[in-house]
């Protein structure tokens, strides 16, 4: 069965066409995420040398188990607690970088949409309207670099300069194109 006139040309209004999708991958944490992480891995390293020795050689009696039970829920405990610590003030940066190889960037001809995969709701998504235009920075040899989004002056998304900077970003040629198509 075959829509009436009128239905086709209002869901030929509301598609949108894509322009330009990043996946940025491990290249979208953020400048000093790698450092962290370098930081992190020598002490879960060490941290699992400590529950070796712990527990080699197996326990053979209860008094042992329980000593070695003891010390594994306090260096649990400890390393919990520390985590905890870091990232109770910091939750929406430590939520964001464990979020940010997941992100996929969108430019369809009416907006530019921020999603990740496991949810519906777009973290974050501007209208055409409100974007003037791109600018392209530094690339490397395959195309990944910088650019910033302008938006229209007094925009809350944006910086002090009105806009929105984005680092590694694939293509970032093809991006801020597509950003041109929108303005």
Same mark, same amino acid.
């Given at each position: 069965?075959?829509? %009436?006139?009128?239905?086709?040309?209002?869901?030929?209004? /509301?598609?949108?066409?894509? &322009?330009?999708?990043?996946? !940025?991958?491990?290249?979208?944490?953020?400048?000093? $995420?790698?450092?962290? /992480?370098?930081?992190?891995?020598?002490?879960?390293?060490?941290?699992?040398?400590?529950?070796?020795?712990? #527990?080699?050689? #197996?326990?053979?009696?209860?008094?042992?188990?329980?000593?070695?039970?003891?010390?594994?829920?306090?260096?649990?405990?400890?390393?919990?607690?520390?985590? #905890?610590?870091?990232?109770?003030?910091?939750?929406?940066?430590? =939520?964001?970088?464990?979020?940010? %190889?997941? +992100?996929? &960037?969108? +430019?369809?001809?009416?907006?530019?949409?921020?999603?990740? !995969? #496991?949810? =519906?709701? !777009?973290?974050?998504?501007?209208? $055409?309207?409100?974007?003037?235009?791109? /600018?392209?920075?530094?690339?490397?040899?395959?195309?990944?670099?910088?650019?910033?989004?302008?938006?229209?002056?007094?925009? !809350?998304?944006?910086?002090?300069?009105?806009?929105?900077?984005?680092? =590694? &970003? %694939?293509? $970032?040629?093809?991006? +801020?194109?597509?950003?041109?198509?929108?303005?």
């Amino acid at each position: 069965m075959a829509l %009436p006139a009128k239905a086709e040309r209002h869901e030929a209004s /509301i598609r949108e066409t894509t &322009l330009y999708v990043a996946r !940025p991958g491990i290249g979208a944490l953020p400048e000093g $995420a790698g450092l962290a /992480i370098a930081f992190a891995v020598p002490q879960a390293l060490m941290c699992c040398a400590f529950l070796w020795i712990v #527990w080699f050689p #197996w326990p053979t009696t209860e008094r042992a188990l329980g000593f070695d039970i003891g010390m594994t829920i306090l260096l649990c405990g400890l390393g919990a607690f520390l985590f #905890w610590r870091i990232a109770r003030g910091n939750g929406d940066i430590a =939520r964001g970088i464990v979020r940010a %190889p997941f +992100v996929r &960037l969108t +430019v369809t001809d009416r907006r530019l949409v921020w999603s990740v !995969p #496991w949810s =519906r709701r !777009p973290l974050m998504e501007l209208d $055409a309207a409100r974007i003037m235009g791109g /600018i392209l920075g530094d690339t490397d040899g395959r195309g990944r670099g910088t650019a910033a989004i302008i938006l229209v002056p007094g925009d !809350p998304a944006g910086d002090f300069e009105n806009r929105i900077h984005l680092d =590694r &970003l %694939p293509d $970032a040629a093809g991006f +801020v194109a597509a950003l041109g198509r929108l303005a």
